[in-house]
């Protein structure tokens, strides 16, 4: 089983804010819900850099542990998801996420919370796959189609990277070896050479990079 | 590869001239200097990464998507909310919970019920009006009510939920949720009331420090004078107030996410609303056992607004002379009351009344 991740690269990233479109789009979420944001820091100064931000799918999702009716759960994907008949709409997992993805749509009197919308890795929910049920809920399922996030799926640089975490990795190694050794000492930094170049490459990594 | 092997040799030498030369060297002799970074040029993007998880000032961040610390990156007290909320409070709010019934069973074992000495006389006199009884009892069931909804919440998912199974404890979490945002904000109103009502009969008097130094004569049997209110229900009174301002202005926050509050500031609301909370609902665990149980005589006042003089004259022996001699002294006496004891006798009824 796959062990889905997202990587966002700040060297590529153009915050063209098209991820957030595209999953705006894809699981028509409410008004007011945005799954995914992009965030630009040091904004028209040197050294800007631009990260999409969403659920992160932690492995030990700190939403998880703070809910106070258990509703979240991992997928064998890897994937953190919620049950929406389940969630009572407290916002505390708001409170513990690291990168502030739970969203909540002002449902009742005086805008109180209603149950919370996150990203779903474009993997549905707990309702049946496919079903209308599900894509209300929930959003698209790409991954039960086969399909990965839309969001990395039509990213214009490639700077967003969803899939299986060992994979993801690979391309990100071979884009910071062809950026240049000077970046990271490997030989200090990563003793181990666990993510050293392969053998066979030298200055540039073949492939795409 | 290389550049390991020498960077080991380098790291060994270093060890070597420590153990060699370090020891010899006398105190207080200049250390040798620190190895030099290996890496010339290192990564640029490194204090940009420091910065956006505030281990350092965080640079100007932006974003298009609008609310609230959209424009945040990484929330790094989420992680320390998350420690405190499972590992620190859930346990420390849970021993307290059960910790407070437990002494309080012990002290009835070993005290066993404060029982009026000589007996009841048979003759009542008014101690808490309707209106006082109104507000205490709306501001009892309340209490009452966001606690368990409270607690619920808190505890629920470790105690009823495995019970009960997720869909049954969802619905109960979700009653509960609905109804602690929808009579909370009652609680500050309460509050206000019998802040109103009872705040100029709790101001401290001096025999309250005697009181509290003779323990109430909770324990033993010595005769300790009081007012209308003794230091105990004075000390209760004022634990009301100041954890129901704090109780009610952290419930706030929290109901009404609506006025841009950032969610540090709702993070430390829920903290201090969480902890606030429990002591209060101990505390009056206390109030509760001491006003039934406890105390013989005690919860007439409370239910039907006559106490026993004989409660009065050994709980509360100042106001009951004030009441006996028809006049208001100190503040210790609602000035109402004198004349409604007037009109019928002073402060006698009869004892089918109780």
Same mark, same amino acid.
């Given at each position: 089983m796959a062990n889905m991740k997202f990587y966002c690269d700040a060297e590529r990233c153009i915050e063209c804010n098209a991820c957030v479109t595209a999953c705006k789009n894809e699981n028509e979420v409410p008004w007011g819900v945005n799954r995914r944001r992009v965030v630009t820091i040091k904004d028209g100064e040197p050294g800007e850099r631009s990260l999409s931000v969403a659920c992160m799918h932690c492995a030990d999702a700190p939403c998880a542990a703070v809910c106070p009716v258990d509703c979240f759960y991992t997928t064998e994907d890897g994937v953190v998801l919620h049950d929406k008949d389940i969630c009572i709409g407290c916002g505390y997992c708001f409170y513990a996420c690291p990168f502030g993805a739970p969203q909540f749509p002002k449902? *009742?009197?005086?805008a109180s919370r209603g149950k919370m919308d996150k990203c779903t890795f474009c993997a549905g *929910?707990?309702?049946?796959?496919?079903?209308a049920d599900e894509h209300r809920m929930y959003g698209s399922n790409r991954l039960a189609e086969g399909k990965l996030p839309l969001c990395a799926e039509m990213c214009s640089t490639k700077a967003l990277l969803a899939g299986d975490a060992n994979v993801i990795s690979d391309i990100y190694r071979k884009r910071v070896i062809n950026r240049g050794a000077s970046v990271l000492d490997w030989g200090v930094n990563y003793d181990k050479a666990s993510l050293r170049a392969p053998r066979t490459t030298s200055g540039k990594a073949t492939g795409e990079g | 590869m290389w550049i390991s092997k020498v960077h080991d040799l380098k790291a060994t030498l270093f060890l070597l001239a420590i153990l060699t030369f370090g020891l010899a060297l006398p105190v207080g002799a200049e250390p040798p200097p620190p190895p030099e970074s290996p890496i010339a040029v290192p990564n640029p993007a490194s204090d940009l990464w420091r910065a956006v998880r505030q281990r350092s000032p965080m640079p100007h961040s932006v974003t $298009? +998507?609008?609310? +609230?610390? &959209?424009? $945040?990156?990484?929330? &790094?007290s989420g992680e320390t909310f998350r420690q405190y909320r499972r590992q620190d409070f859930v346990g420390a709010a849970g021993w307290l919970l059960v910790g407070v019934p437990v002494a309080i069973l012990l002290f009835y074992v070993i005290r066993g019920r404060i029982r009026i000495p000589g007996g009841r006389s048979g003759r009542v006199i008014e101690r808490f009006p309707d209106y006082d009884r109104t507000i205490h009892w709306f501001t009892a069931l309340l209490f009452i009510f966001l606690a368990l909804t409270g607690l619920t919440l808190l505890f629920g998912r470790f105690v009823i939920l495995p019970l009960f199974g997720p869909e049954a404890f969802s619905v109960i979490a979700s009653a509960s949720k609905e109804g602690h945002n929808l009579f909370g904000p009652l609680f500050p109103l309460a509050v206000l009331l019998l802040f109103i009502r009872w705040a100029v009969r709790n101001l401290p008097a001096g025999r309250d420090l005697v009181w509290l130094f003779k323990g109430g004569g909770i324990i033993g049997n010595a005769h300790v004078s009081a007012g209308f209110f003794n230091a105990g229900e004075k000390i209760w009174f004022w634990s009301v107030i100041v954890l129901g301002i704090v109780v009610s202005v952290s419930g706030l926050i929290l109901v009404f996410p609506v006025f841009g509050q950032g969610r540090d500031i709702m993070q430390l609301a829920l903290v201090v609303h969480g902890i606030a909370t429990v002591v209060f609902i101990a505390f009056s665990f206390g109030h509760i056992y001491i006003g039934t149980i406890g105390s013989e005589g005690s919860f007439e006042g409370m239910k039907n607004g006559y106490v026993d003089e004989a409660w009065a004259k050994t709980h509360h022996d100042l106001w009951y002379e004030q009441v006996k001699a028809g006049k208001p002294i100190?503040?210790? +006496?609602?000035?109402d009351v004198p004349e409604l004891h007037e009109d019928e006798h002073p402060g006698v009824a009869s004892t089918e009344k109780a």
């Open positions: 449902a *009742g009197a005086f *929910g707990p309702k049946e796959t496919g079903s | $298009q +998507v609008e609310g +609230v610390d &959209t424009a $945040q990156m990484i929330n &790094t100190d503040m210790a +006496v609602p000035r």
